[in-house]
């Protein structure tokens, strides 16, 4: 099972939500472009080194609709694509020098199996395949 959905759950048991469940379900959606732009921007600066290209990258990711278009739905799309880029920043920042940190990369090695359990389970989905 998705782990999106229990997010959900416990949300909804916190909150004080008696209706509009879609509603309380699309602000968690729309919160996960923030954590990716931060993401890109940080991976991007590490990398590049510069402030411009990794704006650029930023701002690109943020005009694309194919990844937005997830965000403003209910969907399992955009929170494993955030939780994916900071497991690769964490292994970046983790690497980066002659000693290795090992709590950053067992986050880069934890954050990926969290990421993609938010996935249904490709075995079980129907198939257009006979």
């Known amino acids: 099972m998705p782990y999106l959905p229990l997010l ?4 909804l048991q916190w909150l004080p939500i008696q209706a509009y469940y879609l509603l ?15 993401d890109l921007f940080l991976i991007g600066r590490r990398v590049l080194g510069q402030l411009a290209p990794a ?10 609709m194919t990844i937005i278009g997830p965000a403003a739905e209910v ?3 955009i929170a494993p694509l955030a939780l994916s880029l900071l497991s690769f920043y964490a292994f970046l920042v ?7 940190k090992s709590l ?5 090695g934890f954050l990926p ?7 249904a389970d ?9």
């Open 8 to 11: 959900y759950g416990k949300l």
């Open 75 to 77: 969907s399992n799309h």
């Open 55 to 64: 704006l650029g990258i930023v701002a690109l990711f943020l005009l694309n």
């Open 104 to 108: 950053g990369l067992a986050l880069s």
């Open 24 to 38: 309380a379900g699309k602000v968690v959606s729309c919160f996960f472009p923030g954590p990716v732009g931060r």
């Open 113 to 119: 199996g969290v990421s993609h359990r938010q996935q």
């Open 122 to 130: 490709p075995a079980r989905r129907p198939s257009c395949h006979s």
């Open 94 to 100: 983790s690497t980066d020098q002659a000693r290795v």
